[in-house]
Structure formats: C-alpha cells, structure tokens
C-alpha cells in the first residue's frame, strides 16, 4: 500500500510540474517600448534661456498602466493578450516629451517633475486616450493630451492646448500597433514643442 501511495503521489508531483511548466510558457509577454522619431521636423528658432519641467500626465486609472489598450465601438476597453509597454502609458508619454523638447533645443533645459527647482516653467498635462482603436474603416492610433503651462514664479497659467492625433495602423501586427501609436504621439510632441515656444517667445514690437 506505502509504495502504491507512493506512485501515486509521484504521478501528482509530476503531473502538477508538466502543468506549471505550460503555464509559464503560456505567459510569456513581449514588453514594447514606444517608437520615438530622432529627426523630427520643428520651427528653426534661437534657443530659448527657459528651463522646463515636464509633469507625468494625470490620467484615467484604465490608462495609468503598462497593458496596451484596444477601444472597440468607441466604448469597449480591451488590453492585448502577451504584450505589455516597458512601463506605464503616462510615463511612456512623459518620457517621450521631454526627449522630444530637448531634442529640438529650443530650450535650455528639460528635466521631468522631481528635478524642477530650477525650472522657468511647468507643463502639466492629462493624457486622455492612447490607444488602439478598431472601426469599420480599419484600425488608428488615437492619443489625446490637454497641456497646460504655469509659471513657477507665480503659478500662473501663461496657456492650455488640446493635442490630438489620429494615426492608421499599417499592419495586423502589434508592433504596427505600436508604431502607430509611436507616430501619433511624435506629431503631439512636435506641435507640442512649437506652442510652448511661441507662448514664450519674446514678443517683438
């Protein structure tokens, strides 16, 4: 009896480590960084003496994390199965426009939200959709970013704009997916870029 007992009890062990071994297998994520174009066409200006402070974008908690998000019906939130961003969508976006303003040298320094004691300025935004969105005409990228700027000096608001970009998926992969997403935030970071540096620009007489 001890040694049917112990038979049986090294089928389980067994079974139970084949199940767990397809299991870790079946939950293999691919992680994907957002696409950031380094040759982005901006206004060819003087650079600006103006520190920046580049805020995370507040968000809706369905947004505020690393899963990628599909809208079907305009209302239908899905995340796709196996992929993952390489850190949550409001930091993906925070990241993406500080690159993008000091890759434009328009200003004399860009630095995100811990590091702003010496910033001029602060650009406070609320990421409001990025995503993948599937219609009868096919599937876009859609991201769209409300901007606000404030003076540090005296917390004014010198200005707000909404940013919005629609981008047509080429392909059915997720890394078409991805990309799309990547356009769409690149052409926000560079209208992005031109309105902050038209509102500080020295107004001539």
């Avoid at 196996?82 to 993008?100: C, F, H, K, N, Y």
């Avoid at 959709?129 to 991201?143: M, N, T, W």
Wanted: glycine share 4%; with cysteine.
């Amino acid at each position: 009896m001890k040694l049917y007992l112990r038979h049986i009890m090294l089928s389980l062990i067994i079974t139970s480590l084949g199940a767990c071994s397809v299991l870790l297998e079946a939950e293999q994520i691919k992680i994907y960084h957002l696409p950031i174009d380094g040759s982005l066409k901006t206004i060819s200006e003087p650079r600006l003496n103006t520190a920046l402070s580049v805020a995370e974008p507040d968000t809706l908690r369905s947004l505020n994390t690393s899963r990628i998000s599909e809208f079907s019906n305009g209302q239908i939130q899905r995340y796709y199965a196996g992929a993952r961003w390489a850190d949550r969508a409001p930091t993906l976006v925070q990241q993406s426009m500080m690159q993008t303003l000091q890759s434009t040298d328009l200003f004399s320094q860009v630095v995100n939200e811990e590091n702003d004691l010496s910033a001029d300025y602060l650009i406070h935004s609320n990421l409001r959709a990025f995503q993948i969105e599937d219609s009868e005409a096919g599937e876009k990228a859609h991201v769209i970013l409300h901007v606000t700027l404030v003076s540090q000096l005296d917390r004014q608001v010198l200005g707000s704009t909404l940013l919005a970009e629609q981008v047509p998926v080429a392909g059915s992969s997720m890394q078409d997916a991805t990309a799309a997403l990547g356009e769409a935030m690149d052409n926000i970071n560079t209208a992005l870029s031109e309105w902050i540096y038209m509102l500080l620009k020295p107004k001539s007489d």
